[in-house]
């Protein structure tokens, strides 16, 4: 049985490792935060010495919104930095055979570095919004709209970084040397918003009919991605006439139920990760086939579209696309055989999966660039119309930073 002594001298230990972490964290958190917001109170003083308190609190508010990298991208930075730094032991033989030799069951160990994980991001966070809170108050304008704002987006904040943090974790326990592991992460975390914005970007590109994407595809991507979920949040929050709505709550529980489902998932891995993989790309040979797919369909048909954008006005932009298609698939796959073995002649491997792979993403993009499915051609039927519109980019485009809302009244008014 594992003492309470040699529980907390392993966490004292493994915390000291992260103490660079905390540091840079709070210098950056900081000054996108704190500082920015006294520099900005500073300078609307000196442009406008007259300014309403009522108008600066508002400005303060809309400071507050997290649309900055404070917010959203070193949350982020500092989940990524704690799961690679914590679990580092496993990317090293030498240092795998002494953590797992000393008399603590590898549950404990796993739940001592997770938790010093937390404990590092929430003395960062919590520091932060404190001085925030400070630096408001000692301007006079600190207000319990300003201070629920703080409060609010600290909860979210910690909830984002959970979700983050558990899905680098996840990419640690897949990989087996630090360069991977980093590779896995970008992957793990941008994967589904760079999905999202392809898609997008097939509709827009290929479907004269298309103005505006709602397939049931784009729109649930954000629930399985830490990112567009991340995103969807902040452009949920920004429009103010919904932050007193239901959305809001729906992407925190959604962000939980993810960060949840990779927790879970790194546990398992953790149990089931072999000592001897230390060192190699990949701790998992089930994981080689799966990322490959993922990797190569997306990479392929990116290559293929954003090489047709050059010659999207032109005769020969089909060529192009193809053309593209066909270097990008060519590239990803050697690339990645490459990093799965760290051998340059790998690149010649599993090459017969590699031909079903392309295959599976000439069909998808033949069905954008030829309409196999019909999206183009389709007319619902004279008693199924429900509505119609007319769009003209010029005009409409104009018209974008409009909204309706309803005033206090429930009156409807455009407002800018």
Sequence with gaps: MTSKALFFKLMKEDFKKKIWIIVLGLIVSL??????????????????????????????????LPYNVGMSVVPAVIAFLLAIVGFSYLFNKKKVDLYHSLPIKRERLFLIIYLNGIISFLIVSVITSFVLILAIMSKGYLTVNILSTIGSILIATIIYFL??????????????NIITAALGSGVLYLYGWLMQDLLQNYFNQCFVSSYRINTDIIDYIP???????????????????DINGGKLTLCLINALIQGVIALIVAIILYKKRESEVAGKAMAFKFA???????????????????CSLFARNGYNSLFWYWFGFIVAAIL?????????????????QRKLQSCVIIAAAALIGSCFQYDL??????????????YCSVNFDNINSELEPYKIKEDESGKKVLQY
């Design 31 to 64: 000054f996108v935060n704190p500082i920015r917001v006294l520099m900005h109170i500073e300078n609307t003083l000196v442009t406008n010495p007259l300014v309403d308190h009522k108008v600066m609190t508002d400005i303060i508010f809309y400071d507050l």
């Design 163 to 176: 979700l983050f943090y558990h899905v680098a974790i996840v990419a640690v326990m897949l990989t087996g």
């Design 223 to 241: 629930i399985i991605s830490p990112v567009s979920s991340l995103i969807q949040w902040i452009s949920i929050y920004n429009d103010v006439a």
């Design 288 to 306: 080689q086939p799966v990322i490959k797919v993922l990797l190569m369909l997306m990479l392929t048909l990116m290559g293929g579209l954003y």
């Design 332 to 348: 990803s796959h050697c690339i990645i055989e490459i990093i799965y073995h760290a051998d340059f002649k790998a690149c010649f």
């Design 373 to 386: 499915l019909g999206y183009d051609r389709y007319l619902p039927d004279e008693n199924q119309v429900e």
